[in-house]
């Protein structure tokens, strides 16, 4: 059986999948072209933003408060999960920008997922709701997060 995180990745992945294809950035086919804010591909412009702070801040008071992480890549970090997956973040938006995204797209990609994995463990620890029911609160996190992070990274 999958852990509560392991769905919690594999439908951020979805999401951002799906999302990106209907949006024209990301990894999707789109005949779009990103806007000038978007395409610059310097690696130096990706940051740990506000998702993947919520992420982490809540890993942590997960396991604080007895929750065990359920990425497999982040269980064996024992109370270092918090700071290991933080640097894991900003690994993958450097390894997404070496890969051809822009930056931009690096950072509105990882930090959805993070908003999804924010809300969800929030909806869990704070809220102590079903797995069903934070699952659904961290998509339609990731949603509106997206929304607003594209925004914000084309200007308006």
């Not at 919520?54 to 408060?65: C, E, I, K, P, R």
């Not at 920008?97 to 809300?119: D, L, S």
């Amino acid at each position: 059986m999958l852990s509560f995180n392991t769905i919690i990745m594999i439908v951020a992945c979805a999401c951002y999948f799906a999302l990106s294809a209907c949006g024209g950035h990301g990894v999707g086919v789109s005949t779009m072209s990103a806007p000038p804010q978007l395409q610059t591909k310097s690696i130096d412009h990706v940051r740990i933003g506000l998702g993947d702070g919520a992420d982490v801040v809540t890993t942590a008071a997960g396991l604080s408060q007895g929750f065990v992480e359920g990425n497999p890549l982040l269980s064996g970090a024992g109370a270092a999960t918090p700071i290991v997956g933080l640097a894991g973040k900003f690994l993958m938006k450097k390894l997404l920008v070496a890969t051809g995204f822009t930056p931009a797209q690096a950072n509105v990609a990882v930090e959805t997922g993070g908003w999804i994995g924010g809300c969800a463990n929030f909806m869990t620890v704070a809220m102590k709701a079903q797995p069903a029911a934070a699952l659904a609160v961290g998509v339609a996190c990731g949603v509106i997060a997206r929304h607003q992070l594209m925004k914000a990274a084309r200007g308006e």
